[in-house]
């Protein structure tokens, strides 16, 4: 079974600075990854997903992640953050097989301080 | 895009009683429908996996007959708490996916949040 680690629950920042929510998974077969944001009392938004090819994700909104297969990391990034990123972000992944469920992490809470 | 409605966005019932939360999909049939549960401050658990015209299959732990699913159309899947009490207040929310490959994008519906009195 595939399982996804995020290290921080917590990460404040100030606005305009440089941001990284770190998640690592482990599964003994192939995954797709995403990450998601969820903004109070909603539900979950796709930022990004990798699937196959370039290790690099381009997602909405600013962010991007790098999928790395040695560390079993996907960690995302933003370069300036704004207030309005302040949200709860999940990572997930699921198994490279039809109809497979997501797994979520824990989630980081972002607080953008101005 | 794709829109996943779920209704209603929040309600209070009474200890004892039943609630069903309906999720649709808007502008696209959806094949698979999951239902997650979410704790205050904490991740998304799934509960089952709702396919249409089948049996859902539910997830070590979630009492099936509690937690009452159908999808009966492409487009619409139903949770039916029944006979609610406090513990089961929590936030319910629903995925659909449009296609059966595992890289087909999840939709979210905006989430219930149910509290029993």
């Known amino acids: 079974a595939q399982s996804v680690t995020q290290l921080d629950s917590q990460v404040p920042v100030f606005e305009e600075a440089p941001v990284e929510l770190r998640c690592n998974y482990s599964?003994?077969?192939?995954?797709?990854l995403f990450w998601y944001v969820q903004y109070p009392n909603q539900g979950l938004q796709l930022l990004l997903k990798?699937?196959?090819?370039?290790?690099l994700v381009k997602g909405i909104n600013g962010f991007e992640a790098e999928f790395n297969k040695s560390q079993t990391s996907f960690h995302l990034r933003k370069p300036s953050v704004h207030i309005s990123d302040t949200a709860e972000y999940f990572c997930?992944?699921?198994?490279?097989?039809?109809?497979?469920?997501?797994?979520f992490g824990g989630g980081t809470r972002v607080l953008v301080k101005p | 895009g794709a829109v996943v409605s779920q209704h209603p966005s929040w309600v209070i019932c009474k200890s004892g009683t039943s609630v069903k939360i309906e999720c649709r999909s808007l502008?696209?049939?959806?094949?698979?429908m999951f239902w997650y549960r979410q704790f205050p401050k904490q991740s998304l658990m799934l509960m089952a996996t709702?396919?249409?015209?089948?049996?859902?299959?539910?997830e070590q732990g979630v009492e099936k007959d509690k937690f009452l699913i159908n999808h009966a159309s492409l487009t619409l899947s139903t949770l039916t708490v029944t006979s609610a009490h406090p513990e089961d207040s929590s936030f319910y929310i629903c995925?659909?996916?449009?296609?059966?490959?595992?890289?087909?994008?999840?939709?979210f519906g905006n989430g219930t949040r149910l509290t029993v009195t």
């Open positions: 990798y699937l196959s090819g370039s290790t």
């Open positions: 997930a992944v699921s198994l490279k097989a039809a109809g497979n469920k997501l797994t």
């Open positions: 709702s396919n249409e015209g089948s049996k859902a299959t539910y």
């Open positions: 502008d696209f049939q959806a094949t698979t």
């Open positions: 995925s659909a996916r449009e296609r059966v490959d595992g890289d087909s994008p999840l939709h």
């Open positions: 599964s003994s077969v192939s995954v797709y």
